[in-house]
């Protein structure tokens, strides 16, 4: 957490990588640490040099009795299929999973913290070809220890981490609405709030307590400084910082909810439901 203490920068978020859902809330995946990736990076490539070696006894017998370049060109092929094709394949269907992640509790998300698709996927599996089978494994380990989400090469080219299952997923708690401001909230314009700006306060309203009184007190009008310049029209005199913090917060997650809400049922009816969800 950072604040001015009276002079220098406004204050800013608590956690920096922390996912935001489209409702402004800030949502703290638990990520999955360097040495469980690790060992389910190893079963993944345990299960694929078994699969290799069952494709070259089958390239071996299919190509018999052909040339030395036909059978050249097709274990390349098939190589590259078990490498690449099959992993990608399996992270796509399973939203991020595969048998070394779901073993260990695992699973690849974007970095909004939604699932992954074919293009992250694929992207991982061609980087992760490089990194992991003509690199040795050593650049992903590297990157795992020095990147704060743990993210290996693949990780940054598709924007993309890994989170573990078997933790709690933290979710601060939503401010409610004061109820003397809730006519003001419902007529104010909060549109322009940045969504940025809108975790911050969620964090500071959450966390509120556990901070030093003189600390709180200063942080408190801050932000609420900062908030009033993209709220319209002003709050009524007289209340506490927080609570028209407060209301903003919630009233900016009430419309949000909504509008989540609408587009959800026209996506439902235009598109369907999603087979593999």
């Known amino acids: 957490m950072e604040s001015s203490g009276g002079t220098g920068q406004p204050y800013r978020a608590y956690a920096s990588e922390d996912v935001v859902t489209g409702e402004g809330v800030a949502v703290e995946l638990p990520v999955a640490g360097t040495m469980v990736r690790a060992v389910s990076g190893l079963i993944d490539v345990?299960?694929?040099?078994?699969?290799?070696?069952?494709?070259?006894?089958?390239?071996?017998?299919?190509t018999a009795q052909t040339s030395d370049a036909v059978a050249t060109a097709v274990g390349l092929v098939a190589t590259v299929l078990v490498l690449v094709a099959f992993p990608a394949t399996v992270?796509?269907?399973t939203r991020g999973r595969t048998l070394g992640k779901l073993a260990l509790g695992l699973r690849v998300v974007r970095d909004d913290g939604g699932p992954i698709t074919v293009r992250h996927a694929?992207?991982?599996?061609?980087?992760?070809?490089?990194?992991?089978?003509?690199?040795?494994?050593?650049?992903?380990?590297?990157?795992?220890?020095?990147?704060?989400?743990?993210?290996?090469?693949?990780?940054?080219?598709?924007?993309?981490?890994?989170?573990?299952?078997?933790?709690?997923?933290?979710?601060?708690?939503?401010?409610?609405?004061p109820p003397p401001l809730a006519a003001w909230a419902v007529s104010a314009d909060v549109a322009a709030l940045p969504a940025g700006l809108t975790v911050t306060v969620r964090q500071f309203l959450a966390r509120a307590a556990s901070l030093a009184p003189g600390s709180r007190d200063a942080i408190g009008r801050e932000l609420l400084t900062e908030v009033l310049r993209f709220v319209a029209p002003p709050p009524p005199a007289g209340f506490h910082p927080e609570y028209?913090?407060?209301?903003?917060?919630?009233?900016?997650?009430?419309?949000?909810?909504?509008?989540?809400?609408?587009?959800?049922?026209?996506?439902?009816?235009?598109?369907g439901a999603d087979p593999l969800a």
């Open 244 to 271: 028209v913090l407060a209301a903003v917060i919630a009233e900016r997650r009430r419309r949000d909810t909504e509008r989540l809400a609408r587009e959800d049922a026209l996506r439902r009816r235009v598109v």
């Open 91 to 93: 992270e796509t269907l």
């Open 46 to 62: 345990a299960v694929e040099i078994v699969l290799l070696v069952g494709v070259a006894f089958g390239v071996g017998w299919l």
């Open 122 to 177: 694929i992207t991982r599996a061609l980087v992760g070809f490089v990194e992991i089978w003509l690199l040795s494994g050593i650049p992903p380990l590297v990157s795992s220890v020095v990147n704060a989400r743990g993210k290996r090469l693949g990780d940054l080219a598709a924007g993309t981490y890994v989170v573990t299952q078997r933790s709690r997923m933290r979710l601060l708690p939503p401010p409610q609405m």
